[in-house]
């Protein structure tokens, strides 16, 4: 090989972006990154990834990265010495916690850092401080989605791995724009569908691409997809038509659950959801025609008041027609960002441990308290939604963000942004001076992916290694370094010299996780939980039965009442979601100049119909104005969207963010926020 060839370095590491968690080499040479590689035995992806995985990597490399530690001087930051903010931190954080107690602290993980960084942050806030304040952004989107499958099939997790959504004979998704927030995925369904005639079924708002490609497409009114989910599982047990000999082995609460249907008939569903009753019946008889059917949901189901039992609805449909247990078949929530999986798998959660257990469990508490030497409150702490709320009650005075621009995520921004004021003392730990970072007292350089080790954890619950591709820039340090040197500083003796020894750790002490290592991570080997002590994984998670006490699901029983609609004076609906090229609020996509100059703004989606109705052309300026706030972009005429219906992407680049418009409504049974319901109005400020 040339000299020129031999500088080139490869390393193996993890997409970054979404959640499919595509891996592959990255070519390196000195600081430049060259370029991605897939590899064949890439678990999730083969040989394809998409543009983000691609060419989404300038961000590492940008001027805008934080190199040095910043405290907070009157309007301004200085720039200091790692020594000095840390010491500054663990002085502020005790005179609050000795002042106010521990549960007036509370930390936010991040779903970008490793599964190493999560258990350190939880342990950080649980061993060090004594709180159980600890969330993660799983709380923005997928913690309903979780809910519904403990509550009937016992794991918060894929069924089964993206192969089996592959080999599926029917794909229903519902509220997924999979092309552009998952796109190798999107890919994987397209293929199984040319190959050998997969049937694909989409419910969504608005027709996007898989919806162009669906073999039927169905467009719900907003909020109602657990309505059209109980009729057609009604009309199936009202047919006869339901798996006898499943339910019979495994699953209980079959005739309670039958009895609560009585309301769901086609009748009561054609009205609300605006399915007819003849969609319905053909629905429900495709989906009794084939032997496996998979089911692909993600944020237009989750983020409603009625997330949690809508994804109830998905898993009761599936328990009733047999669609659990076998390859091929199950419940796929689709996990929005790399590691939103595994940020709760290793116990970034109030009221759970790694590995999902209670809290509360004193058996299970006893054992970390064991570990850690240290007492652990028993009571679960305040989730992401209630520890803003706490801070604006004065309850929560200090807060600790690792990797999450809140202030633009959560919901509300004005209400979030105004708690931010109220706090005593605020650290954010990012790559980027973030909105977010604006108000803080302390901000803490870290760095991105390609700077450390670590693991992820995807969608189909498969952990995977990255490898350090590059020496972290300036002073910046790894998550998980500047965690333990704050539990140090507080006399903790965490000795931690590699993330290895961090998962050595959790696999010690969460039964999910006992035969993960490292060495049985190694390169291109991966693991999906849960992982046996001998070091056997569960591609396909339930073989024998489900994770109760005597191996049954059960059927939950679910109401329903309209929680939202549009009124006179906010009289058009908001729906909001990702596009191809930008990731979320774009902190990360923004900085590639590619992507950006294919993808520079967001844009407000508006239907000809509503366009022709006031008169608005492509290109207008226009106002949107909710009860919370406003938002101002331009306007895109398309038949994706239909009547009352806008569309808003989620990046926004400064000038038009969602999170301006939605409200603090949050899915009742997890406090995530109702993303999806916003009712507007639309001002036209210029007309093209
Ligand atoms: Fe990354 Fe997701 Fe694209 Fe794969 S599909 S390259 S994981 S963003």
Redesign the pocket.
């Known amino acids: 090989a040339s000299m020129r060839e031999e500088r080139i370095e490869k390393t193996k590491t ?9 891996t ?1 080499d990255v070519w390196t040479k000195d600081r430049k990154i060259l370029k991605v590689e897939p590899q064949q035995e890439s678990p ?2 083969g040989i ?7 060419f ?1 990597w300038d961000y590492v490399n940008s001027d805008e990265r934080l190199t040095k530690p910043l405290i907070r001087d009157g309007e301004s930051f200085v720039e200091v010495e790692w020594d000095e903010a840390l010491d500054y931190v663990v002085k502020r954080f005790s005179e609050i916690k000795k002042g106010n107690g521990a549960d007036a602290l509370g930390f936010i993980s991040s779903s970008k850092a490793t599964n190493e960084e999560s258990y350190v942050m939880q342990k950080l806030a649980r061993q060090v401080i004594g709180t159980n304040n600890i969330d993660n952004c799983s709380r923005y989107c997928q913690a309903p989605a979780t809910k519904g499958l403990f509550r009937t099939v016992g794991h918060g997790g894929d069924s089964g791995s993206i192969d089996d959504i592959g080999e599926a004979e029917m794909v229903i998704t519902i509220g997924s724009n999979t092309t552009e927030s ?4 999107g890919s994987r369904i397209k293929r199984s569908q040319k190959l050998f005639g997969q049937k694909l079924y989409v419910f969504d708002l608005r027709k996007h691409e898989m919806g162009q490609r669906a073999d039927r497409f169905f467009q719900p009114k907003s909020g109602t997809d657990l309505v059209w989910l109980s009729a057609v599982t009604k009309y199936i047990i009202d047919q006869g038509l339901e798996n006898r000999t499943f339910i019979d082995k495994w699953v209980n609460g079959f005739e309670e659950y039958k009895e609560s249907l009585q309301k769901f008939t086609l009748e009561y569903a054609e009205q609300l959801t605006g399915i007819s009753k003849k969609e319905l019946i053909e629905i429900a008889e495709q989906i009794v025609s084939v032997d496996k059917l998979a089911i692909c949901w993600a944020m237009g189901v989750t983020q409603h008041q009625l997330g949690s039992d809508t994804s109830t609805a998905i898993s009761n449909l599936l328990l009733i027609t047999g669609n659990y247990m076998r390859n091929g078949t199950g419940a796929y929530p689709l996990r929005g960002h ?1 590691n939103v999986q595994g940020c709760s798998d290793f116990g970034s959660m109030p009221n759970f441990f790694p590995g999902y257990e209670q809290v509360a469990d004193n058996d299970v508490r006893g054992r970390y308290e064991d570990a850690w030497g240290t007492e652990i409150p028993s009571e679960p702490g305040k989730d992401n939604h209630e520890m803003i709320k706490a801070i604006h009650e004065g309850s929560l005075n200090a807060l600790y963000v690792l990797g999450e621009d809140t202030g633009i995520v959560d919901a509300n921004i004005n209400y979030v942004t105004a708690a931010f004021e109220k706090l005593d003392f605020f650290v954010i730990q990012d790559l980027f001076l973030t909105k977010t970072a604006e108000y803080a007292d302390v901000i803490l350089p870290a760095v991105p992916s390609l700077e450390k080790e670590g693991t992820f954890t ?1 969608t189909e619950r498969r952990i995977q290694r990255l490898y350090k591709a590059l020496d972290p820039v300036g002073d910046s340090r790894p998550d998980w370094q500047i965690i333990m040197d704050i539990a140090n500083k507080f006399g903790y003796d965490w000795g931690y010299s590699n993330p290895s020894e961090i998962m050595d750790e959790a696999a010690s002490l969460a039964p999910l996780f006992a035969g993960v290592s490292y060495d049985r991570l190694a390169d291109y080997n991966s693991l999906q939980w849960p992982v046996n002590a001998d070091g056997t994984d569960t591609p396909l998670l339930y073989t024998d039965g489900f994770p109760f006490d005597d191996h049954k699901a059960r059927l939950y029983s679910l109401e329903y009442e309209l929680k939202y609609d549009t009124n006179e004076k906010y009289d058009l609906h908001v729906n909001n979601g990702r596009v191809l090229e930008h ?1 979320h609020e774009g902190n990360m996509t923004y900085k590639s100049i590619g992507i950006t100059s294919k993808m520079p703004n967001a844009f407000i989606e508006v239907s000809p119909e509503l366009a022709e109705e006031r008169g608005i052309k492509e290109g207008a300026e226009v106002k949107l104005t909710s009860e919370s706030g406003e938002a101002t972009g331009i306007a895109h005429i398309t038949d994706r969207v239909r009547g009352k219906e806008l569309y808003l992407p989620l990046n926004d680049n400064g000038k038009l963010a969602v999170n301006y418009l939605t409200d603090n409504n949050v899915d009742k049974d997890t406090n995530t926020p109702s993303y999806k319901e916003i009712a507007v109005k639309m001002d036209v400020i210029k007309k093209k």
């Open positions: 993890v997409c970054t972006y979404c959640g499919v968690g595509c592959f999730a992806n394809s990834t998409c543009i983000k995985g691609k989404g998952h796109p190798v995925l790399n995807n990731f």
